[in-house]
T-cell receptor
Framework: LAKTTQPISMDSYEGQEVNITCSHN???????ITWYQQFPSQGPRFIIQ???TKVTNEVASLFIPADRKSSTLSLPRVSLSDTAVYYC??????????????FGKGTRLHILP | NAGVTQTPKFRVLKTGQSMTLLCAQD?????MYWYRQDPGMGLRLIHY???????AKGEVPDGYNVSRLKKQNFLLGLESAAPSQTSVYFC???????????FGPGTRLTVT
């Protein structure tokens, strides 16, 4: 089972770029890497997903090295509203019944003015 | 378009009581999931479904049962609630897997 490890918390300032790294040493061939954002008392919200190399959308970039044992979520120019918990998730292809989805414990990102 | 809805939002049970949590989605998604989230923890997958009439166990299935009789609904049952099942329960759905999961607002369950 691919387990994930993230920093417990991070602080940054408004306008800065924030990079959050997730380790997933036992990632399987079929596993994708997905990041979610969660605000207090709400369900998580999808940010970005990738399999390898780099993926970019309107809110973030995801960098995945060739060995896929880690990934980095990059948030450009953060604002106070980006203060939240960010989860790295590995798995979810469900091509066979042993496939699972594993959420990490999350990184609590605190943006300072 | 309501997305993913969960019923009820809050519930208090006594040990040994049973209840069913209802999840409904109006996006015609094939995949549906039930998670639990304990304080300071990430989400843990309880059960999931890859289509109407199918269910499968996730990471922490013990003490829970599920059913997916209709494509839009995914029910989570607790037959005999225990204090260890005190948690926030989230339902989610997705068009494909892996893919973007849409989460409901959660159900806060307390078992005394």
């Amino acid at each position: 089972l691919a387990k994930t490890t993230q920093p417990i918390s991070m602080d940054s300032y408004e306008g800065q770029e924030v990079n959050i790294t997730c380790s997933h040493n036992n990632i399987a061939t079929n596993d994708y890497i997905t990041w979610y954002q969660q605000f207090p008392s709400q369900g998580p919200r999808f940010i970005i997903q990738g399999y390898k190399t780099k993926v970019t959308n309107e809110v973030a970039s995801l960098f995945i090295p060739a060995d896929r044992k880690s990934s980095t979520l990059s948030l450009p120019r953060v604002s106070l509203s980006d203060t939240a918990v960010y989860y790295c998730l590995v798995g979810g292809s469900f091509r066979n019944r042993d496939d699972k989805i594993i959420f990490g414990k999350g990184t609590r990102l605190h943006i300072l003015p | 378009n309501a997305g993913v809805t969960q019923t009820p939002k809050f519930r208090v049970l006594k040990t040994g009581q049973s209840m069913t949590l209802l999840c409904a989605q109006d996006m015609n998604h094939e995949y549906m999931y039930w998670y639990r989230q304990d304080p300071g923890m990430g989400l843990r997958l309880i059960h999931y479904s890859v289509g109407e009439g199918t269910t499968a166990k996730g990471e922490v299935p013990d003490g829970y049962n599920v059913s997916r009789l209709k494509k839009q609904n995914f029910l989570l049952g607790l037959e005999s609630a225990a204090p260890s099942q005190t948690s926030v329960y989230f339902c989610a759905s997705s068009y494909q897997s892996p893919g973007e999961q849409y989460f409901g607002p959660g159900t806060r369950l307390t078992v005394t």
